[in-house]
Nanobody, 125 residues
Framework: QVTLVESGGGSVQAGGSLRLSCAAS????????MGWFRQAPGKERDGVAV???????NYAGSVQGRFTISKDNAKNTLYLQMNSLKPEDTAMYYC???????????????????WGQGTQVTVSS
């Protein structure tokens, strides 16, 4: 079955960097659209960055220019490089995937049907 396992979260001061990884198994990773989503306490889950199977990316406005999503199909791994972190980036970060292709990658959590357990990112001021 589809398995997604996130890692790389932690605590960092504002202005710092983290790189999240998502190890995928149980499906043909290269054919899936993938994404990173986050959820802060008391808030809805929001799209952060997504990448379709052809490598087209899409970012939330709040992270544009600071975060970079990438994937290594040979390693079945999705990444999120996060730079210039802000306290408002504090959240649980989730990796997700969907088997159907979107020419313009979608930041909508409800269209992704496979999810990891999440990794916590905490940014202090």
């Amino acid at each position: 079955q589809v398995t997604l396992v996130e890692s790389g979260g932690g605590s960092v001061q504002a202005g710092g960097s983290l790189r999240l990884s998502c190890a995928a198994s149980g499906f043909t990773f290269s054919t899936y659209d993938m994404g990173w989503f986050r959820q802060a306490p008391g808030k809805e889950r929001d799209g952060v960055a997504v990448i379709n199977s052809r490598g087209t990316t899409n970012y939330a406005g709040s992270v544009q220019g600071r975060f970079t999503i990438s994937k290594d199909n040979a390693k079945n791994t999705l990444y999120l490089q996060m730079n210039s972190l802000k306290p408002e980036d504090t959240a649980m970060y989730y990796c997700a995937g969907k088997s159907w292709f979107s020419n313009s990658p979608l930041l909508l959590p409800h269209v992704y049907n496979s999810w990891g357990q999440g990794t916590q990112v905490t940014v202090s001021s």
